[in-house]
T-cell receptor
């Protein structure tokens, strides 16, 4: 079974621009979570989508948004980029549907490394 | 708010050594604790623990959870250079399904 895929793998943008990152989950997984990883803050939760609905959101400004499509693929958008948005953006998928902890294992994609100049 | 603290933050050992990595946590409504290994890119899943006292094993790696004292340990025996990585502890808890709270990670370096 193919793993989680993310595109693009690397991205260079300038301040003020916007960016869209894409994530395709493992086949059959309907929950997709997004994380930001930086050397200073570590891995921080951005949001989670299930069945095209955002179920949970982390403590990030409104410039960070996302969506999920009917095939479970997800996109994340960052508008008005700031230097501090430079990070590795990781997407993870899981079988989590209801409230069963057995399905909470998240499998991560390779990430998109974003550099904002 | 859920909190995960890992120790040590970094560790340097030689091949063949045994290491123990620690993860302590604070959470309301614990659901599970997960361990991941991160080399250059994506964290790869190692273990998921939900019950106290039950050891999970995979080759030279093992992990156990203590829900009373709120900690978990990850043991690696007979370390190899390929074990060099960042080991991450993550917590699933509260009512936020789909969210993992991560610790800072332990950087393990194994020298030949």
């Amino acid at each position: 079974k193919a793993g989680v895929t993310q595109t693009p793998r690397y991205l260079i943008k300038t301040r003020g621009q916007q960016v869209t990152l894409s994530c395709s989950p493992i086949s059959g997984h309907r929950s997709v979570s997004w994380y930001q990883q930086t050397p200073g803050q570590g891995l921080q939760f951005l949001f989670e989508y299930f069945s095209e609905t955002q179920r949970n959101k982390g403590n990030f400004p409104g410039r960070f948004s996302g969506r999920q499509f009917s095939n479970s693929r997800s996109e994340m958008n960052v508008s008005t980029l700031e230097l501090g948005d430079s990070a590795l953006y990781l997407c993870a998928s899981s079988l989590l549907e209801g409230r069963s902890s057995n399905q909470e294992t998240q499998y991560f994609g390779p990430g998109t490394r974003l550099l904002v100049l | 708010e859920d909190k995960v603290v890992q120790s040590p933050l970094s560790l340097v050992v030689h091949e063949g050594d045994t290491v123990t990595l620690n993860c302590s946590y604070e959470v309301t409504n614990f659901r599970s604790l997960l361990w991941y290994k991160q080399e250059k890119k994506a964290p790869t899943f190692l273990f998921m623990l939900t019950s106290s006292g039950i050891e999970k094993k995979s080759g030279r790696l093992s992990s156990i959870l203590d829900k009373k004292e709120l900690f978990s340990i990850l043991n690696i025996t007979a370390t190899q250079t390929g074990d060099s990585a960042v080991y991450l502890c993550a917590l699933a808890g509260g009512t936020s399904y789909g969210k993992l709270t991560f610790g800072q990670g332990t950087i393990l370096t194994v020298h030949p």
